[in-house]
């Protein structure tokens, strides 16, 4: 029995129209562009999101959101990260030779997350209050650079 779904299609190659040869094409004289316009005109194309010389919309709505300049160097570090280090004195470049932060990074600041069991010394580096109480219980230093 004949069904629609097992229909094979005989022509492969789809003929392409052919646009602009007179009116009994379907697509003569105006060769499916409408009348006259911007669009019409050979060559003729507009920008995503031009509307005509008013305002557009991408333009009239307002700007939200703030990304900040100072973000791509700099970061924090949590004190589990100083504990896996095998160097008690900490600095800059100590974190960038053992690959905690990237080349880049120019200024860290430590955060309170895990646990410090070492007395270590940090060097030009920030650190938060919390972690700055903690070093100090332990014996350790923090030289501000």
């Known amino acids: 029995m004949l069904k629609l779904n097992s229909l094979q299609r005989t022509n492969k190659n789809k003929v ?5 040869r007179g009116t009994g094409s379907g697509s003569g004289k105006t060769s ?23 305002m557009p919309i991408q ?8 990304t900040s300049r100072q973000k791509p160097y700099s970061t ?6 100083i504990e896996k280090l095998a160097d008690d004195h900490i600095t800059l470049e100590v974190l960038k ?11 860290v600041k430590i955060i309170n997350g895990g646990e410090l069991t070492k007395t270590v010394k940090i060097e030009g580096l920030s650190v938060s209050k919390s972690v700055e109480e903690l070093i100090n ?8 650079g």
């Open 16 to 20: 392409s129209k052919r646009i602009g």
């Open 32 to 54: 499916g562009r409408g009348h006259k316009g911007q669009k019409a005109r050979s060559g003729a194309s507009i920008r995503p999101g031009f509307e005509g010389g008013q």
């Open 59 to 66: 333009q009239r709505l307002p700007k939200f959101g703030f």
């Open 76 to 81: 924090h570090i949590k004190l589990r990260d």
């Open 97 to 107: 030779k053992n690959k905690i932060i990237s080349n880049k990074i120019k200024k």
């Open 137 to 144: 219980k332990l014996g350790g230093e923090i030289i501000s």
